[in-house]
């Protein structure tokens, strides 16, 4: 079945390193995807889109990177800060289905040690 | 920065009880949606709506639940009569696009059944 999920769920990296998180999706036809930053008792919040007809996005000291061959998609965070500590989730909206809603993964924590 | 707001934050009811969350989405967003996330679990797509009608639901969102949007400013979601499942953080989101892109979430409501 369609499944968007997430390979690690706890990552602990040191402070102005830099973060990778992953994320494995099964739905080739699913031609939309986000990644959402949820900090304790908070909604999430918009990070970066992608897409399918991208492979690469940059923003500020995020970018995703999307592998259709492989369905996969990661999220890197440049020179990790103590606040992006949080969970990250990916998501996709997958088209062929018919609906529209948002599917999400089901997270990873980011950790980030001083 | 705008921002979508819900009420109560947290919610305490008993099993049986009819509960309404309230929320204001963005003022210039027209597309309207309520998630949910269990303890530990994925979020959860329960319903969008647009122009005064539901336009996609999940099968979560049963004979039990309802939405509404009373005036020009709230959109409520109703649960007629709760169960124990229902509890759960319930977030409220909305956006410009159609196509459920880029949504900002609330902070959500924190529901527990009794």
């Known amino acids: 079945g369609e499944s968007v999920g997430l390979h690690l769920p706890t990552l602990s990296v040191q402070e102005g390193d830099n973060s990778i998180i992953n994320c494995a999706y099964s739905n080739s036809a699913s031609d939309y995807f986000i990644w959402y930053k949820q900090e304790s008792g908070k909604g999430p919040q918009f990070i970066i889109d992608i897409r399918s007809n991208m492979d690469k996005r940059q923003g500020q000291r995020v970018t995703v990177l999307l592998n259709k061959t492989v369905k996969h998609l990661s999220l890197q965070i440049a020179a990790t800060q103590p606040g992006d500590s949080a969970v990250y989730f990916c998501?996709?909206?997958?088209?062929?289905?018919?609906?529209?809603?948002?599917?999400f993964g089901s997270g990873t924590r980011l950790q980030v040690q001083p | 920065e705008p921002e979508v707001t819900q009420t109560p934050s947290h919610q305490v009811t008993q099993m049986g009880q009819e509960v309404i969350l309230r929320c204001v989405p963005i003022?210039?967003?027209?597309?309207f949606y309520w998630y949910r996330q269990i303890l530990g679990q994925k979020v959860e797509f329960l319903v969008s709506?647009?122009?005064?009608?539901?336009?996609?639901k999940s099968e979560i969102f049963d004979d039990q639940f309802s939405v509404e949007r009373p005036d020009g400013s709230n959109f409520t979601l109703k649960i007629r009569s709760t169960k124990l499942e229902d509890s759960a953080m319930y977030f409220c989101?909305?956006?410009?696009?159609?196509?459920?892109?880029?949504?900002?979430f609330g902070s959500g409501t924190q529901l527990s059944v009794l």
């Open positions: 998501a996709e909206n997958g088209m062929d289905t018919g609906r529209r809603a948002l599917t």
């Open positions: 709506f647009y122009n005064n009608e539901i336009s996609e």
């Open positions: 003022s210039n967003h027209l597309y």
């Open positions: 989101a909305s956006s410009v696009l159609p196509t459920n892109e880029k949504l900002f």
